[in-house]
Every structure is written in structure tokens, then in C-alpha cells.
């Protein structure tokens, strides 16, 4: 079933249908000031953060409700109904509408009873409270009142657990007031006797808004309870059933802002307003309410800003291949995706509730590798932040916090950021990210210097770049397990997978293993030919080991626990097949042609299903070590044999570096929201972003996908695409262009920028193959293998690449 389709020329997604399986949602603003909006106008929003700063309230896992409300009344028949299908619910055969998300975005249109309704949700750029620009039109032949009332609803302290469950205080601190044309809350209002600086018990007042422009307010509401009326709900509140509302505040238990006003419309006329809402202190509220006394033409303005700025970043690459489905996922959703999960790491979604105050460690690195090649300055400023970030042993901090302080944190060796963050413990492959994220970025910009910038390390000291990755190094070298591979620590990616202290782990001796080639790198860059060779004598001696330990007849084992028991063997009962370690056995390099070949057939033949490889096989139930912590899950869930969609990723990338192209796009289509258009009544989420993982064959659900937005999956499947099926492999010193496609395309265009220049690459493939490279030309000249030094890059560079 559909709901929905692609403008690939907007880039939005047109949702059609408002009954959608789950609330299909999109991201307004940035954590200066943060908006999830659904597609039936539920959602919340922030300021800073979303542990902390929490401004509308939204109640999670229930029925998306309440949001950002505005209500339409005709004021001779009485009947009302709401911009957003919900929350009126009007019935769908007499209401028609449609959600427009956009890039930092959302338009819904509704058309009702001879009414036709626009209202555009959005934050300005670079400001820090959200718009709901309304525009009404009467499509009737008759003459309308009409009565629009627009709702919101605040929390009554910005921390969301204090609000929702610590009511025996949060009920009692909140006044609302009108103030001509907004209505005001306060927080603490009765410390308002305070002078500047000071506190009671670190509180002071806080001010929110709720504000209207374009129209003058008619009547208003401050009341959660006033507005909605008893045994009322939010699809028939009193005060929009009356026409009119109380005109009264609040004094403790629920505030909200509610604000009314009345129209006439002429047939074919159009009256256009704007409510705004943020955590402001009144005066400023004031003026940025005067600000959009002429809404029509302010609005328009500041939307086409935030157009304008969004395809400007997607613009930087952008492809056009014989799958539209590839093309819309590549040139907008993916890449918006990596976006919203860099801005927003686990920060806020419908799922994650906003309160994981910091940055994981492993997510955030992770994370930048999908922007790099979109935004390379952003990239690098999250990048130094991360290496600040990283402990003087080399170590991560497992929870970065959102006031961190580089070079006067606690790290996981003190009590104290143990009770402060929950991580008892380093996780064993934190800091191993940063080695693909920095070569990535230095590889895609040629930026040297950055190599030999200094940067603090988390707890005390500093080092360069190059001195940072060495540390990492240093860390997984001083914690070995028994055989002498990286010990597991307190985990490796798998958060459900604990081999213990003295266990290891082969993803992650896999991980070290790549680390150190890349690092070879950084050290010929840097002629350390002592370091050269120190590299090369213990990634010799870790292959060797990996080779003699984990190879295991057709398949690469997932590690050893710390009594010694081998996990992922192929006659164990449960979990015998595991599909990362034999997806990054070929990212490493370690993997031989004949290893890389079977192991990626078992994956193929024991993993794969019509959603994408599962975690591993068979699930865990009751033969699961000490340490599996998956069998807690439900078969089929998650980790425990779940379709972890991560990790597709890394099989799409593995298989293209194989130059399996056929399979790399399979594996592409099998997981991609694009392509699951039509079945979103098995997916549920939204057909235009990553989940966290899908059910898989083992759950009666299999098929229906879970955690939107904010995950790992989105870097690392535009990774596999960019880097694998697209073949964009740059390094130190220009670009490799190796595609791994299917046979069936015979023609794909890139537009890539790339180190200052503008480059135009055009793939033919006449002879129907998966990979390799026949002939490249740079701007008409040909040029030996598929590799193009830098000093070939014009301004504007035109390549051509003939497979063969």
C-alpha cells in the first residue's frame, strides 16, 4: 500500500494519505532550537536540549498527540475541523489532504467544506523559535466567518521527566498571562523577585511564548484544562466547540498557549497569519512578533532561505542513475538523513525521548562519514570535537556530554563520570572509528595541515592528529585479550554482545586491523619510517592471529569470551553465522579472494532475506552464553537476529570492493526506505529515512522497521553507495573511480565536488558488466587505470569512464 511519492524536483515527500501506519515525522531547526514535526502535526520541541529544554510537550508512545494545533471553525454551521487531519479526525471522504515534508520543512494542505488551508511549519536559519505560517482560502461561492485558534501546548518545566512524572512539583510552578497579541508563560514565575545572577535552588524564571501575527487575537487561552474541557480530548476541545475562548490564564497544573482569531473571507479570498512559539524572555518575544506584521512576505523569505541553503548542501553530489530509487535516496533523503543524525546524534525522535544528554562516542564518529563529501567543514568541526574528546590513553569517552569541556573531564577511570554518564567502562571500539572518519575527511579535502593540528585530549594534555591515532593505537595495544587480539572491554558495536573485560573480539581485531593500514598512511605522509615499521610488524602479527583463530571453514567467528569460549563457531546450536565480521574481513583487507568469496556467499545463502542480512543465525533462546545480552529480544528483534539495518552498510560496501555489483544494489534495495514505497503498511516508517533495524525472518512482524531518523544506517549505507556502488574512492593524493553496479545499467552521472573543483564524471558500461575499468578520460585526455591525481582536476573537470 502507498501513501505517498517522491517530488525528486522539491525534494519532498508528498504524503497522500493522512492515516499513515505510524507517524511519518521531519526535522525543523537544530538543537539551538529543535522541532519534530509528524505528518499529522504532532511533535515537540527545544531549546538546547532535549533533556533539559524541553518547550511543547508530546506524550510519547501513545497516539501522536498533542502537537502543533490549528483549529478552523465556521461560525454559522459550527462545524470545525483542524489543518492537520488530527486531531478533528474529520472523516477522509470529505477531507482531503496533504503533508508536504520538506528540507527543515513541512507544509500540510487540507481542503474542508469549501476551505482550503495551508500552514507551513518551520524555524527560521540561524534563529531559535518555530513558525506556523497559515494561509486560508474561502474556495466557496459564499461569504465565511471563520474562527482559527492556534494550540500549543508547553511543558510545565523544561526538564521532559520533571514535567511528566515529578508532579508533585511540576504542577505548581506555572502562570500563563496575555500580553496583546501572545500568550506568556512562566516557570518559577514566583522567583521573578530575584535579582540578575541569582538563584534558589539553581532556579530562576524561565519565559515561553506563544504568539499570533497577521491577525488580531480575538480571544485566548492559558489553561491546558479551560481550553480542552473536561472529558474532552484534543479532536473536540470546549473552547473550539464554544467559538470563543475563556480568556483566562493559568495558576499551576497545565499551562498551554491558545490564541483565537476571526475572519471574514469573500469567495476566492485568502487571509494569511503566523503563530510563533520559543523560550524567549517578553520583550524579545515582543519583537519577534512585530517582525512578521507583513507574515506573507516575511515567511516567504525565510522559507526560500532554508531551500535555498539545504539543496545548496545536497547540491555538492548528486547522481542520475537508471534507479530512481537510488537517485532519491543519494541526491535528497540519505543524504538529509546523514544530516539530521549528525546535527542530532541520539538527541530527539519519537523514540529516543530526548534525554541521552551527550554524544555517544562510536555514533558520532560513525555518523560524520555521511556528510563529509556534502559538508566537509562541518565534518571537520565535529571531528575536533571528537578527538577532544578522546581520553590521553587513546580511549573514547563512552558519553561525550553536551558541555563538554576538553582537557578538565573525567573520563571511565573516576567514580565520578561513572555516576554522572551510566557508562561503567571504555568500550573496545570507540576510538577505532576515528581512523576511516579522519581518512575520509583529509582524503576527500587534501587537507595536510589538519594532520598536525594540535588538539586537546579529553582529561589533560594535547597532541596533533597524527599523535591522537597513534594513541588509539596505544589503546587497543595495551588492551589485548588472551590470544593477543583487542579485548572486548565493556563492548564492541554490539551493545548486546559482551564477551567480558578479557574477551575479544574479531569485529573489532578486524577494526584494528584496518586501522593500522590507514595509519600507515598518515605515518609515510609524515616519513615516521620507525613507525612505518612498527605498524607492519603487529598488523603482520594480528593478521596472522585473526587468520589462525577466527577463520572458521566458510566463515569468520565473532570472538572469544574471557573463559575462552568461541562464539560464531559453525556447529554451534544458536548464532553460528554472524554477518559483520564477514562483511568487514573484506573492509579490512584481511580477507583472501577465496575467504571474501565464501564467506560473503554463507552471508548470502544464510542471512539474507527479502528486508536485508540479518544480524546473525539462528537466533539466541536457550543456548546463549552469559554475555548475550540479545536474548533478552524477541527472535527476529534487534539484535537477536533482527535485520540491524547498520550494518547493511558495510555488506553493501564489502560486496562492491569485491566488484559484486549485482549484489551490492540488491543489498541497496533490499533495506532502502525508497524502495519499500509501496509495502508501508509492512515497513511502517517513514518510506524516506533509515530505521535502526527491521524485523527479520524469525519474528511473526518480519518486514516492520523500527527507530526512525536518528541512526547509524544512514552514514554507513551512503558510505557503501558513495565509496562502493558509486565507486568515489579518493586518498591522500586524487581519486580512484572503481563503480560496482548492475550489469543491466549502461549508463550513471555523478556531479561531485571535489577539492575546489566541479567535476561531471559520466559512467558507460556498453558491455554489460559489474565492474572494472576499461578507459578514463579527464578532460579528453586518457589517463592510465581509473585513478586521477589531483593535479588533473580542473575547476570544471569532465571524466569519462568506460567499465569493461
Known sequence: MRYGYFDEEKKEYVITRPDTPAPWVNYLGSPEYGAIVSNNAGGYSFAKSGANGRILRYIFNQFDQPGRYIYLRDNDTKDYWSASWQPVGKDLSEYKSECHHGTAYTKMMADYSGIHSEVRYYVPLGQSYEVWNLKVTNCSDRKREISVTGYAEFTNNSNYEQDQVNLQYSQYITRTVFCGDRVRQMIHANLDGLK???????????NRFF??????????????????????????PSGVEAGVLCNEGNYNENSCGALSTVITLEPGESREMAFLAGMKEDNEAAEIIAHYADCEKTCAVELEELISYWHGQLAHFQI?????????????????NC????????????????????????????????????????????????????????????????????????????????QETGHPAYRADDALWLFPTVYKYISETGNFAFIDEVIPFANKDEGTVYEHLKRAIDFSMNHLG??????????????????????????VALQFYYAMTILKEFAKYKKDEKYIKYLEEKQEQLGKLIQELCWNEDRFIRGFTERGEVIGKRTDPEANMWLNPQSWAVISGLATERQADLALQM????????????????????????GALAVIYNAGTKENAGIFSQSQGWLILAEALCGHGERAFNYFLENAPAAQNDRAEIRQLEPYCYGQFTEGKASPNFGRSHVHWLTGTA???????????????????????????????????????????????TVKNPGHVEAGCKKLYVNGEELPGNYIPQEKLTGETEIEFYMS
Open 715 to 761: 552514514s554507513t549505507v551512503m558510505v557503501g553507495c558513495v565509496e562502493g556502488i558509486l565507486g568515489m574512492r579518493p586518498d591522500f593524493y586524487g581519486l580512484r573511480i572503481a563503480p560496482s553496479i548492475p550489469k543491466e545499467w549502461e549508463k550513471f552521472e555523478i556531479s561531485k565536488d571535489f577539492r575546489g573543483c566541479h567535476l561531471h564524471i
Open 320 to 336: 542520475r542513475t537508471p534507479s530512481p530509487e537510488f537517485d532519491t535516496m543519494i541526491n535528497t533523503w540519505n543524504a538529509y
Open 196 to 206: 540578575d545572577g541569582e538563584e534558589v535552588d539553581n532556579k530562576n524564571v524561565f
Open 603 to 626: 552471508v548470502y545463502e544464510r542471512l539474507n532475506t527479502e528486508y536485508g542480512a540479518i544480524l546473525m543465525d539462528p537466533p539466541y533462546h536457550a543456548n546463549a552464553f552469559d
Open 482 to 507: 588472551r590470544h593477543g587480539m583487542p579485548a572486548g572491554l565493556y563492548a564492541d558495536w554490539n551493545d548486546c554482545l559482551r564477551l567480558g573485560k578479557d574477551g575479544e573480539s574479531t569485529f
Open 211 to 236: 504568539g499570533l501575527a497577521g491577525e488580531k487575537v480575538s480571544s485566548w487561552c492559558g489553561d491546558r484544562e479551560k481550553f480542552l474541557g473536561r472529558y474532552h480530548g484534543y479532536n473536540n
Open 339 to 418: 544530516f539530521m543524525t549528525f546535527i542530532w546524534s541520539r538527541a530527539a525522535s519519537f523514540t529516543y525521548c530526548g534525554l541521552r544528554n551527550g554524544y555517544g562516542y562510536r555514533d558520532t564518529v560513525q555518523d560524520i562519514q555521511g556528510v563529509i563529501h556534502l559538508a566537509p567543514q562541518m565534518a571537520l568541526d565535529k571531528i575536533r570535537f571528537m578527538l577532544s574528546a578522546q581520553v590521553d590513553n587513546g580511549g573514547g569517552l563512552p558519553l561525550v556530554k553536551f558541555t563538554h569541556n576538553p582537557g578538565h573531564e573525567d573520563t571511565p577511570d573516576d567514580a565520578s563520570y561513572v
